[in-house]
């Protein structure tokens, strides 16, 4: 049979179908399981989500788990003082160290990296870890080699409240309304991982993950029919998800308190229209699923360090510290998952450690995995925080660019004036720069497409 009469074949199995996202397969769980605190109401609440006649199909099944003991713990930050002194002594019977001598002080331990994780990921897992608490998550990355990431009940359910606390900072009271679902993570995937949960410390309320993408749903009005009757109080997603709120029928069809952003740089222009579009704070959140969130921030200064179990240095190649203010690698020692304790872990990310006017330490220049080095005609070199400021100055959403072993440059924006940023980037690199433009985010590529190449 051809590709062509496969396509339209209805009985033919779709070749780019996974069958990890086909509905229902992972589920293993019971709802009282699921949600130790369960009753009629979240019953009911759960529910009314899962059969909502304009709701996407619901691929996967998870909640919590918390006991009541839980919940009220999750509801508060871990305790900070003295936390890294006895976080070393952690990570000093990890299997990866037990044998290492002289790791006295935080700069003794080596540093580690991705890969160090994807080739024994359970010699950084403590030997009495409670794997009763014990979740897990794939993150992808930026460069391949998918890792499963032990995540613990408690700290995940954790991070809702920081977002909470994060929202109260701002002034805006976020407290459950009505039948309002409390959260909604928000995606654009051709396939991806949906599902409803409810919020046990949040009084049950319920979130969801949804997917964005047309092909999610089942008649081209239902996507911002299912969102005006979930009305989510907060909105989580990052960049290329986050660019889908804008468009007209969605936009119109939601009023959240505030947005975060992560997973991917976010550009200023962009943060401005969301701002602009909902009248909320955007919260740009940096952070990894190994680590945890690391730093946030509001508007276009640095980010701020958060006052949690994260410690950040700035290291270079050979792992020494670099003089202060200076770029280099992000290193971050990360205690709030208890299942994995890491010890000056290599981000790949680069920036800036700055001091912050209040005394408080912040990451600025912070490209994320895009540090990438273009050469300029004349053989300058031209780090990418240079191309940034210049496509966010003609007021692009997104963009990749990339330059080729010749010195060619092939550069797409998303929005903005495409022909400003050709004239900047040509002046920049010194070369003629030709950029074409997209209307969408979503039209630079599915998932986290790299910012810079070359």
């Avoid at 997603?237 to 468009?247: A, I, K, M, Q, V």
């Avoid at 939601?254 to 401005?272: G, I, K, N, Q």
Wanted: charged residues 25%.
């Amino acid at each position: 049979m051809s590709e062509r009469a496969a396509a339209v074949d209805p009985d033919a199995p779709d070749p780019l179908l996974l069958a990890e996202y086909t509905p229902g397969t992972s589920a293993v769980l019971r709802d009282e399981e699921r949600w130790p605190t369960l009753d009629d109401i979240g019953r009911t609440r759960l529910a009314r989500w899962r059969q909502h006649p304009d709701a996407p199909d619901w691929v996967h099944a998870t909640g919590d788990r918390l006991t009541p003991e839980q919940i009220e713990r999750v509801r508060h930050p871990l305790v900070v003082d003295g936390w890294l002194e006895a976080h070393l002594a952690v990570a000093r019977r990890l299997i990866r160290f037990r044998r290492s001598t002289g790791l006295d002080t935080l700069e003794d331990f080596p540093t580690t990296t991705r890969a160090d994780l994807v080739a024994d990921l359970g010699a950084f897992v403590p030997l009495d870890a409670d794997l009763d608490r014990m979740l897990h998550g794939t993150s992808s990355g930026s460069t391949g080699a998918a890792l499963v990431i032990p995540d613990d009940v408690e700290e995940v359910a954790r991070g809702f409240h920081l977002l909470r606390d994060l929202v109260r900072g701002e002034g805006i009271d976020w407290e459950p309304d009505g039948e309002r679902l409390a959260l909604a993570h928000v995606v654009f995937q051709a396939q991806a991982f949906t599902y409803v949960s409810l919020i046990s410390s949040f009084a049950l309320r319920a979130m969801a993950r949804v997917n964005l993408h047309e092909q999610a749903w089942g008649d081209p009005g239902a996507r911002a029919r299912f969102l005006a009757a979930a009305d989510p109080q907060v909105i989580t997603g990052h960049p290329t998800s986050l660019g889908e709120l804008l468009r007209p029928e969605v936009r119109a069809a939601v009023r959240p308190l505030a947005l975060f952003s992560s997973a991917m740089a976010l550009a200023a222009p962009l943060r401005r229209r969301l701002q602009d579009a909902f009248a909320c704070p955007v919260f740009d959140v940096y952070g990894l699923h190994e680590t945890r969130p690391i730093a946030v921030r509001t508007d276009d200064g640095p980010f701020r360090i958060l006052n949690r179990r994260v410690h950040v240095e700035v290291l270079d190649a050979a792992g020494a510290p670099v003089p202060a203010g200076e770029m280099g690698e992000i290193v971050v020692t990360a205690g709030e998952n208890p299942l994995l304790p890491l010890v000056r872990y290599r981000t790949g990310d680069v920036g800036r450690l700055v001091t912050l006017p209040d005394g408080t330490p912040g990451l600025a220049d912070l490209e994320g995995r895009a540090h990438v080095v273009f050469r300029a005609a004349s053989g300058r070199a031209v780090a990418s925080v240079e191309l940034t400021q210049h496509l966010q100055a003609h007021g692009a959403l997104g963009w990749v660019v990339e330059q080729s072993a010749d010195g060619a440059i092939a550069a797409t924006v998303a929005g903005g004036d495409a022909e400003a940023a050709g004239r900047a980037l040509s002046a920049l690199l010194e070369r003629p720069v030709v950029v074409r433009r997209v209307e969408r985010l979503a039209d630079l590529g599915e998932g986290k497409p790299r910012r810079y190449r070359a």
